[in-house]
């Protein structure tokens, strides 16, 4: 079995980071077969443990847990968001390096 360790970003519907803080291992199985609904279009598997997520405080603990149970495992590191930090009065300053328009 694989796995693969992440640290989840945010969703669009958040301005926050909140959970974001803890580290994943999400289960990974290539060979499971898909198959659609043919009566309702949805898509099923036949692999169960893709719907399994165990969350971590810290990295090394995901790991640990990883080595700990035999499994094969990919860590994606995560990447931080640059922030460009601007104030309000900024936008009316005379020293502005494009002149403001309407």
């Given at each position: 079995?694989?796995a693969r360790i992440f640290k989840p970003a945010k969703s ?50 995901a790991i640990a847990y990883a080595e ?35």
């Amino acid at each position: 079995m694989e796995a693969r360790i992440f640290k989840p970003a945010k969703s669009a519907m958040q301005s926050g980071r909140g959970n974001t803080k803890d580290w994943v291992l999400e289960f990974v199985n290539p060979e499971a077969r898909r198959r659609v609904d043919p009566l309702m279009g949805w898509t099923g598997i036949d692999d169960m443990s893709g719907q399994v997520r165990l969350h971590f405080d810290t990295r090394e603990q995901a790991i640990a847990y990883a080595e700990r149970e035999g499994l094969k495992f990919a860590v994606e590191e995560s990447r931080e968001r640059k922030r460009l930090i601007k104030s309000y009065p900024e936008n009316f300053s005379a020293a502005r390096k494009q002149p403001w328009t309407h």
